[in-house]
């Protein structure tokens, strides 16, 4: 994510003319027509019921250091099939959402994270299930128990407005998920955000494969993660079946409705780019997106294969102040799409992405990563020169106003400062430092591995850590204590920063 009240600081460190990076599936739905208006409230329980005795719970958190309850164990979901009719105007949804999941222990119960809707059927492995609601927790009782490693599938019956009377104290910042814009629809949530419109598990470690079938009236289109595999016309609906064939976090699942213009082209070795503009969106920032294919080119060189079917990007017309990174597909309004903030989003692919994280305490390894590839851009675009100004005028900003931070760290950020600046900028300045220390051959070799190692899974700092040392060869403990764990800046003497050179300015 590239959050747009980044952009203040690094304006004022003046760099080149163009900014410093800155971010921040199967049963088809019934009709439109045929939406209910009622909704349960977060909190509201299933209707009293004796509940059955449940020796083998599912835990109901992942125990991730800032969100605890966030995600859920004793399973990992395989594939989430999606079916939504989708009513633009009224903001009302029937969907069902059939889910197939193994577990990983011996279950009696399970729990998903879903906020507002109203659920009118609930059923594992085609036999009706007792179920209830605790705050964002859907607590399903299995009506016989599962045994370690057995696949189960969960098929639920669902309608309402998403984020309709939901208490937002129950998502962390930036979660709002199902955004309704009138003319469109966007989908964005980070790191919540999709449990207010489907049930899921809702953290990065449970990755999964999805199917959207999302049907909607004409002329409205649908786009969404993965490919397009097929456009069904009843003569006054449209469903839309999309497919994503490798597995993703949930924060990065979008799906977008408006009146969109479709400009395809092709990415290295035919790679499909499929780019969706709101009707509206000026030439001037369609054009922003012109370099995509060689930004793909460039990073391929760098980070390895590109570890998508497509790409492409949805630009709503939509002022808004973040781009978001959801899989296949990046999510853009029309005031902040310039070169950084594009090829940003776009390396996100190979890190936060493919390479997903473990915990959020990490997220440095998503938005540090995304950052300094954006120098990495910089550098091959504009030269060496025009990068290691930015590297200096970034580095000059934390040296002058790094009290601003106080004691926040990039490696434990701590939940309220997940999208904080230094998290970006000094993740990046960590990620240049380190290059420096290896020298490029050993730093982007150690790039590459990282991504290969880790491609389509999970990894965390201490993971990172250990291939760097791995194909260096060093021990860099106190280099990455220094530039992760304490607030006081280091010295990058190889560009002649000294933290103590600014201490009197």
């Known amino acids: ?20 990076v800155n971010e921040l599936g199967g049963v088809m739905a019934a009709t439109p027509t ?74 009696t119960s399970l729990n998903l994270e879903f906020v507002g809707l109203s659920i009118s059927a609930l059923r594992v ?24 490693e057995q696949t189960i599938q969960i098929e639920i019956n669902y309608s309402g407005t998403p984020g309709e009377d939901v208490d937002r104290d129950l998502l962390p910042e930036f979660s709002e998920g199902w955004i309704h814009y009138g003319s469109g629809l966007m989908v964005a949530g980070e790191p919540t955000g999709s449990s207010t419109w489907f049930p899921v598990n809702e953290h990065p470690l449970d990755k999964a494969t999805y199917t959207f079938s999302i049907s909607v009236p004409e002329p409205y289109v649908v786009a969404a993660n993965g490919l397009l595999a097929k456009v069904h016309d009843s003569g006054t609906d449209m469903t839309y079946i999309w497919e994503m064939s490798d597995p993703i976090a949930p924060y990065l699942v979008t799906i977008a409705i408006g009146d969109f213009e479709l400009e395809e082209s092709e990415g290295p070795g035919g790679l499909p780019i499929r780019n969706y503009f709101s009707e509206s969106v000026r030439q001037a920032v369609r054009d922003d997106f012109a370099l995509q294919a060689e930004m793909i080119a460039f990073f391929e060189t760098v980070f390895g294969d590109y570890p998508y079917d497509a790409y492409g990007v949805v630009v709503h017309d939509l002022n808004l102040s973040f781009a978001l990174e959801t899989a296949t597909l990046s999510v853009f309004g029309d005031s902040f799409t310039d070169e950084n903030v594009v090829s940003h989003e776009l390396a996100h692919s190979w890190f936060g992405n493919s390479v997903g994280l473990k915990s959020w305490k ?48 990039v490696g434990d950020p701590g939940a309220e400062s997940l999208f904080g600046y230094h998290v970006y900028y000094r993740g990046a300045l960590t990620l240049h430092a380190l290059r420096l220390e290896l020298g490029d051959q050993a730093f982007f070799d150690t ?3 990282y991504h290969t190692r ?21 021990d860099l403990d106190e280099f990455f204590d220094g530039w992760l764990y304490q607030s006081a800046l280091p010295d990058i003497p190889q560009m002649g920063l000294f933290a103590a050179d600014f201490e009197d300015e």
């Not at 609601?133 to 599962?146: D, K, S």
């Open 1 to 20: 994510m590239i959050k747009k009240s980044l952009i203040i600081l690094v304006l004022l460190a003046g760099t080149l003319g163009c900014n410093s």
């Open 34 to 107: 045929a939406i209910p208006t009622r909704t349960i409230a977060p909190g509201e329980p299933t209707a009293t019921f004796d509940r059955p005795v449940n020796p083998f719970p599912g835990p109901d958190g992942l125990g991730d250091p800032y969100f605890e309850d966030l995600g859920n164990g004793g399973y990992d979901v395989q594939h989430y099939d999606i079916a939504l009719a989708v009513d633009l105007e009224s903001n009302e949804i029937v969907g069902t959402v059939t889910i197939e999941a193994l577990a990983t222990q011996r279950l």
């Open 125 to 148: 492995d085609g036999m009706d299930a007792m179920y209830e609601r605790q705050g964002a927790e859907l607590v399903i009782y299995l009506p016989q128990t599962v045994a370690y």
């Open 362 to 409: 990490d997220i440095w390894l998503n938005e540090g990563f995304a950052t300094y590839s954006s120098e990495l851009w910089i550098e091959h675009a504009y030269g060496r020169e025009a990068m290691d100004t930015n590297i200096r005028s970034v580095y000059e900003e934390f040296a002058l106003y790094g009290s601003y931070f106080g004691d926040l760290t």
């Open 447 to 449: 790039l590459r591995a």
């Open 454 to 474: 880790y491609a389509h899974s999970n990894a965390s700092t201490a993971d990172f850590v250990a291939v760097a040392e791995e194909i260096s060869g060093q």
